[in-house]
């Protein structure tokens, strides 16, 4: 089976990590499986080849960098972390080669900083494959189709892996993290949160989407439309993380059977925007959102009724909004300070009573719900970020996210 | 007319080289030339992203690096000054892009760590010129083919300068140093030395070849062919430096109407070893030679007599070269610590009695000739290495190059 495997970028920066590395290639390597491994730039800024430290030196030095220009830049960061892993397979004894993006075959569009994959030409990799070597590629980079190299912007490691997952096509592709998998909830917010067994490509989106820090969605829905199953794992242990796969699967496989809900997600400095119509003109909703949308802003949580809109927009983008309202003249209340809380969950879909629950547990820990909203798969309610945490673990107890089967 | 310069190493390191290279091409852009500027990676090690401290990096990591992935690596650090560059040229308002070696249309056959170049297509540069930007590329580096990127080896900027330099074709390619051009002698050696007004391709790689520290000769070889004259000339002065161009050109501009000799060259660290044949069997020599050249020994200054071999090693190839003669009971004359001194000039074809004011010369200054040799441009006499510094200044005062013409 051919696997590939992407290790972030703090994974190569000490000797420590680096052991647990070359463990994880060994062990597949030994099974018998064929490995791809894609690896990210250095993390942490002050290391010599990390993505930030190259930032700071043309920030030294001009400051003055086309996009297409940084990119080119920015890609010796995931170059290095490739030739430096290929040097260390090669010490151990296992041949490896190190490849571009461009070199693996990533064909990407020309936006420079946000490039999208375009296609995946596997004839490369697959040669190497044939000879026996691990085939190491740079993360986060493709090339256009004049050979312009481009770089892919946020999460564009984890959708490296999962493009040439899906290309190749590989059996699994493993993300390893410093978390032992997808986790019911922030484990610094929620001590029980544990790391679940299984999950779907949407919960997984939906959980990203809402604030989780796990796999980027852009990688999940490549693997997701090509059907190939994702690990997200810890570095440093053998355990087996969380299989992301088809909701049918998970279903099928029992994932399920004694669970409504998955997750729990979380996003702070939220603030909540009241707007009244009442002695307004009619068509107040319209032009509310059309300032907003003018000027950049992001609304969410958008609630129209005929008295009013309520939505909420960031902290830090709040002050212009208010200042938007207040130039058309509408009279606002504004609440600053307020957190997202998500609930999600495949198995929610149809199962009645989960709202009722989330109000109840809620309601018991004395947590005023300062709106709500509902999609198949998730429900999201407002709160005062003081009480976040304890809504958090409030609503991780009620849906006995603590029992949740891990592997 | 299109320029194209190239800069060294450390000409990016710090603000005041910074300024200076930023000065050249300000200097002619504003007289109306189109520009493609070659970049080495930055010299010192310790700095970040110098090769030597890519290759260090690599030193700590496993130091097994396979030759195509240690061009991958290497290629960062002349991806990054020309980023730099980039930045630093945009800022002041000029624009700029930055090209890898494969981009700028250098192709080379597969050979990692000295790659040859087998073509230039310089049609992406001239685009980019059209566009009236200044084209900043990757210095020491190209690409095959099939796009494995892959470095020219040693004076590989200078080759990569050159090579665009004959491809677009350029007007002149500049090669900026931390010298005036090309010097008489090692103003180390010789106080008197000066820089050159003219001196020809030839001359040139008999200086390099002969141990000055010059533009490499691959370099010259490929202006030579293509014509493209050549500037030596320093990053710190708007002085022109040296032109480097066909004999027949400095001919005619007078460059040799007033020397015979043009400069000086010495390589120390020389061991003369001599053979005696006498009473040994008739294919001494041949034997000699064969078994330098089995064991990877360079031999210069040979001199085949009847009565036996005499020529040259380094002192550090000596132990292993005496091991070896006496292996094969073969009598020896060691003797170490010597250097060769090198007369070069292309006027001194034909011309009578160099040789003779040479030895009127070494031995008006009570130093021995160990050994001689001569070609149609250079004479090599050996001394000893106490006596080379002596030597240089004599024979710099004989032909009278304190007087050479400057520009």
Redesign the interface.
């Known amino acids: 089976m051919i696997i590939v495997q992407k290790f972030g970028g703090t994974s190569?920066s000490d000797e420590y990590s680096?052991q647990h590395v070359l463990r994880h290639i060994r062990r597949e390597k030994a099974e018998g499986h064929r490995l791809v491994v894609v690896v990210s730039a250095m993390g942490r800024r002050g290391e010599?080849?990390a993505t930030d430290?190259?930032l700071d030196?043309?920030a030294q030095?001009?400051?003055?960098?086309?996009d297409?220009?940084?990119d080119?830049?920015l890609s010796?960061g995931e170059?290095?972390s490739?030739?430096?892993l290929?040097?260390?397979?090669?010490?151990?004894g296992i041949p490896a080669?190190?490849l571009?993006g461009?070199?693996a075959g990533i064909r990407t569009d020309a936006r420079f900083g946000f490039a999208r994959i375009v296609d995946v030409n596997s004839a490369r990799i697959l040669e190497y494959l044939e000879e026996d070597k691990v085939v190491v590629v740079a993360g986060f980079q493709g090339a256009t189709e004049d050979?312009?190299?481009t770089t892919l912007g946020r999460g564009g490691s984890d959708t490296s892996a999962t493009a040439l997952g899906a290309a190749l096509p590989a059996g699994i592709v493993d993300i390893y993290t410093d978390v032992d998998g997808i986790l019911t909830a922030d484990p610094r917010m929620v001590s029980e949160a544990r790391p679940l067994a299984m999950v779907s490509y949407e919960e997984i989106c939906n959980m990203a989407y809402n604030g989780a820090k796990v796999i980027h969605p852009r990688a999940v829905e490549i693997a997701m439309r090509a059907g190939v199953p994702v690990r997200v794992r810890s570095t440093f242990s053998e355990g087996l993380g969380t299989l992301v796969t088809h909701a049918d699967s998970v279903r099928r496989q029992g994932g399920w059977t004694d669970r409504t809900v998955t997750g729990l997600a979380h996003v702070k400095g939220v603030t909540q925007l009241a707007v009244e119509t009442d002695n307004g003109p009619s068509d107040v909703q319209l032009r509310v959102f059309r300032a907003m949308a003018l000027s950049g802003i992001s609304v969410d949580f958008i609630n129209v009724t005929p008295a009013g809109v309520l939505y909420t927009v960031t902290d830090q983008d709040a002050p212009q909004a208010v200042r938007l309202l207040e130039e058309m003249r509408f009279s606002a209340r504004v609440r600053s300070g307020c957190a997202k809380v998500s609930v999600i969950g495949g198995g929610m879909n149809g199962e009645p009573g989960v709202m009722a629950r989330i109000v109840e547990a809620l309601t018991a820990a004395n947590i005023p719900i300062l709106q709500s909203a509902d999609s198949n798969t998730t429900i999201w309610v407002l709160v005062a970020e003081d009480d976040m945490v304890p809504a958090l673990q409030a609503l991780h107890a009620a849906f006995g996210l603590h029992l949740a089967p891990t592997r």
């Open positions: 190569l680096r010599p080849y430290t190259l030196w043309i030095n001009g400051n003055s960098l086309p297409r220009e940084k080119l830049l010796c170059l290095i490739a030739a430096t290929c040097s260390l397979l090669n010490r151990e080669v190190a571009t461009g070199q050979g312009e190299v």
